[in-house]
């Protein structure tokens, strides 16, 4: 298997609290209690995604959506 450079995760606050993180090429979801709880379980998720030929590389991206009534 070809070796991944990066992966891209975005991740939202869930609306029970706390973080939900997921890719856009990749089948990998995964969920954490804080931020720092979050980034251990994405490396966790990709090691176990990828046998071999993980990425070297996770990129972690935090988006809050906002209703704005004008």
Known sequence: M????EIVFIAVESEDGGYIEKTERY???????????LLEMIKD?????????????VH??????VTIAV
């Open 2 to 5: 070809e070796t991944q450079k």
């Open 27 to 37: 089948s990998i979801f995964t969920q954490g209690d804080t931020w720092e709880e």
């Open 45 to 57: 998720a990709v090691k176990c995604h990828f046998d071999e030929g993980a990425p070297k590389y």
């Open 60 to 65: 972690a991206r935090f988006v809050k959506d």
